[in-house]
């Protein structure tokens, strides 16, 4: 089995490498720019690691229906790579890696509709 750490490397990396085009256009704009198709980066984190796609999953069905909103890939792909990546999304891939449905549940009810600072 893959360690949460590895499983949070491979997600950053992956983030890292869909914007790596944006960039090489500045060094003063933020890492995470644009958008990628949603369906286009779910796919990606299911190859990479299907817990991934199913915590991200996860986190968005959240997000809709707390926020009543849905999430853009860029803000995923920010959540994701930001610091150390928010630490509810990474707790919903943990809890999608142990196959803990219990502990899903009750991360999806803390979904904040306001993004904090990375750290």
Aim: net charge positive; glycine share 6%.
């Amino acid at each position: 089995m893959t360690s949460l750490a590895s499983l949070a490397s491979r997600v950053a990396l992956t983030a890292f490498a869909v914007a790596l085009p944006a960039l090489a256009q500045t060094s003063s704009e933020p890492a995470v720019t644009g958008d990628v198709p949603m369906a286009d980066y779910l796919a990606l984190l299911q190859q990479i690691s299907p817990a991934a796609h199913q915590g991200a999953q996860a986190y968005l069905q959240a997000h809709d229906r707390r926020c009543r909103r849905s999430l853009s890939s860029r803000e995923l792909r920010q959540a994701m790579a930001e610091g150390d990546g928010d630490p509810l999304l990474m707790a919903m891939i943990r809890a999608s890696h142990l196959q803990d449905g219990p502990g899903l549940t009750r991360l999806a009810e803390q979904v904040a509709c306001t993004r904090k600072a990375a750290r």
